[in-house]
């Protein structure tokens, strides 16, 4: 990289100094941690239930991926006072590494083992090591190269987790094929990994995320991510799946726009949200390699919009660095995997860094983004919808597999998502939060059950039904339930058809309406009836039919326990509540709003109830009929 030549190139535009910017920011508190004699960063954080091996590794090979990406940016553009933190990094990143992969030192990673997560460190660090190699893989001598070679051979042929896992192999068999030459078993070993992969594929451009069973975010910063670096690094060595995974991407990304609220946040859906404005990851490199439906204005715009909602939110910790959490520092959130180096996994969001400044990408002019819409996807078996500017994901039978419901199953069992609201963290493993959901408590049972199982009975863009069971073995609490869900604006319509093998407490609840200041909040409560709204937006919970009472769910003080919420410290959600006899079968209808509109939350008249027909009328929106 010739760094005089860059520092007089033309101007470039304001929105690729901006990314140049950001990522330096957040490589600022890093850089500031640097230490010569250490291997990895001593980001603060909770341990993960790895190891402190694999966390140490972490703390290194995540920032390291930051730091590529806007190293290369700097290849197309670099102002003087980038040099000094550009030298910094360099300097400890080749000596970190030789560090952590010298067996004799007292900062050696430790060597992968089968199903460890050294995997996933060292196939990113694949990627990463052919972004850099000019200036850290080359400039390291014979011996130095063949030292890191041989810690990553120890994960050659390793077990890997049958899920988005398995690219981790690919990309670590595929650059010691480049440094080692190829070999047959080597290439038989990538053919394996990828037709196992192609085995997760569901439909409409989304894969299943293997064992995990799941539909999420993942699908964009791993599913569509990692492909499109395969197809930039080695895809003359197979046209054929280059044409078919740009094609998938291609796919995936028609209504990936859809997923984005006006402000750029994306719902809180899934395991690893802490990965934040990762979301936008495949965008830049699906443009880049020709498989982006979106256009260059759009998919910067997209990108854009998620990176500086994020960066706009207090989510820095105490040292400055990215925190485990949403929008902003919230550890409890997180999976048992997490560690304080993992939230820059999202450097993957920096992907648009690796697009010259003369690409269109940065150069178009600005267009409108999606507005509001309704597209049912029947791969990963979700609606995604845009109203009034914010996005919500209705999810008609995605779930996480049986094995892994410690990761939480309300991450994806809730009836919907919606930018801006998000969710509730349970009170304890045992205690589903109730909110955007329909939970069942046995009478004297501690346990609250929330869906997970589901079983998908119609997908469509205005209307989704499911079946499910809410209980357990535990305690053998088993109840039937069919949902069927409406919408209409910002209110949805819930029908639920139960019947209960035992004397259980049902509870219906809005989504939480999460809250800074006791001051700003305000809650009225009456038969049949629950509102609450702050300054700028509000939520409402109307009982239509079916149910006895109603109540609320807060934490409005730190007396009423550790913070559940993920969008602040406080909360309300409604909640409407139905006692039910041992094989008592009811049906529920109820009515939910969450958006700022406080005269479309305003309650409805119910003209009619009957069994499969339903007619309302509200003062703002007019009539709403319901059939089926």
Same mark, same amino acid.
């Given at each position: ?12 535009p ?10 330096k ?62 030298e ?11 560090l952590g ?12 083992t ?46 890997h ?89 291609? $796919?995936? /990304?028609?209504?990936?726009?859809? =997923?984005?609220? @006006?402000?750029? #946040? ?5 395991? +690893?949200? *802490?990965y ?31 990176l ?19 929008v ?24 648009? $860094?690796? /697009?010259?400044?003369?690409?269109? =990408?940065?150069? @178009?002019?600005? #267009? ?5 819409? +309704?597209? *049912? ?19 008609a ?15 994806w ?25 329909l ?8 346990f ?8 998908? /009975? ?20 088993q109840v ?32 939480p ?17 629950v ?24 934490r ?7 913070r ?24 529920l ?40």
């Amino acid at each position: 990289m010739n760094l005089q030549s860059n520092l007089t190139c033309a101007t470039v535009p304001a929105s690729y100094r901006y990314w140049q910017d950001a990522a330096k920011e957040l490589l600022q508190p890093l850089l500031d941690l640097m230490q010569t004699g250490l291997a990895h960063l001593p980001i603060e954080g909770k341990a993960s239930d790895h190891c402190l091996d694999a966390d140490r590794l972490e703390a290194f090979a995540r920032p390291f991926l930051l730091f590529c990406h806007w190293e290369v940016s700097l290849g197309h553009h670099c102002e003087e006072s980038d040099r000094e933190a550009l030298e910094k990094g360099k300097a400890w990143f080749r000596q970190a590494l030789l560090l952590g992969t010298d067996s004799e030192s007292d900062q050696f990673f430790g060597y992968s083992t089968n199903y460890r997560q050294h995997s996933v460190e060292m196939g990113l660090l694949g990627i990463a090591f052919e972004m850099s190699r000019n200036w850290l893989w080359e400039s390291y001598s014979d011996f130095e190269r063949e030292q890191v070679l041989v810690w990553l051979e120890s994960d050659a042929g390793n077990g890997h987790h049958w899920n988005n896992h398995l690219f981790f192999g690919v990309f670590l068999l595929e650059f010691l094929a480049a440094e080692r030459g190829e070999n047959a078993r080597c290439r038989a070993a990538i053919d394996w990994y990828f037709e196992e992969l192609e085995k997760m594929y569901a439909g409409d451009g989304w894969y299943m995320d293997g064992n995990n069973q799941a539909f999420d975010f993942y699908n964009a910063y791993a599913w569509h991510f990692y492909p499109m670096w395969w197809i930039r690094l080695y895809g003359e060595k197979d046209p054929a799946r280059c044409e078919r995974l740009a094609k998938r991407t291609r $796919l995936f /990304l028609e209504t990936y726009a859809s =997923f984005f609220a @006006d402000s750029g #946040e994306h719902p809180a859906f899934g395991r +690893s949200i *802490a990965y934040r404005f990762n979301a936008s990851a495949p965008i830049a490199l699906a443009h880049q390699q020709g498989a982006s439906p979106l256009s260059p204005a759009v998919s910067r715009e997209l990108c854009t919009r998620n990176l500086k909602f994020f960066l706009d939110c207090p989510i820095e910790q105490s040292q400055g660095c990215l925190s485990l959490g949403w929008v902003d520092a919230f550890p409890d959130l997180t999976e048992s995997y997490s560690c304080g180096g993992s939230p820059y996994w999202a450097a993957k969001g920096f992907a648009p $860094l690796l /697009l010259p400044p003369s690409d269109p =990408f940065w150069t @178009d002019g600005e #267009e409108s983004l999606p507005s509001d819409s +309704s597209v *049912a996807l029947k791969g990963p078996k979700l609606i995604v919808r845009k109203v009034n500017g914010a996005s919500e994901i209705i999810n008609a039978g995605t779930q996480i597999g049986s094995s892994n419901t410690r990761f939480g199953a309300h991450k994806w069992g809730r009836l919907s998502y919606k930018s801006g609201w998000g969710f509730t963290i349970p009170r304890s493993n045992d205690v589903y939060p109730f909110d955007g959901s329909l939970t069942a408590q046995m009478k004297g049972s501690e346990f609250v059950y929330g869906r997970h199982g589901t079983v998908p /009975l119609v997908l469509e863009s205005d209307r989704m039904a499911c079946m499910y069971s809410l209980g357990g073995k535990v305690d053998g609490l088993q109840v039937s339930v069919e949902t069927n869900l409406h919408w209409k604006g910002d209110w949805q319509l819930a029908v639920h058809r139960c019947k209960s093998c035992q004397e259980v407490t049902l509870r219906f609840g809005s989504y939480p309406l999460s809250y800074h200041d006791s001051e700003s909040i305000r809650v009225e409560e009456k038969e049949g009836w629950v509102q609450a709204r702050t300054d700028v937006k509000a939520i409402a919970l109307q009982a239509v039919s079916g149910y006895d009472s109603t109540a609320v769910d807060e934490r409005s003080s730190e007396a009423d326990g550790p913070r559940r919420s993920i969008q602040a410290p406080l909360h309300v959600t409604g909640l409407l509540l139905k006692e039910l006899a041992p094989l008592e079968t009811v049906t529920l209808v109820s009515l939910s709003y969450a958006g700022k509109d406080f005269a479309a939350a305003a309650p409805w008249s119910v003209l009619s109830a009957s069994d499969g027909y339903i007619k309302l009328k509200h003062p703002l929106l007019g009539d709403w009929e319901i059939s089926g």
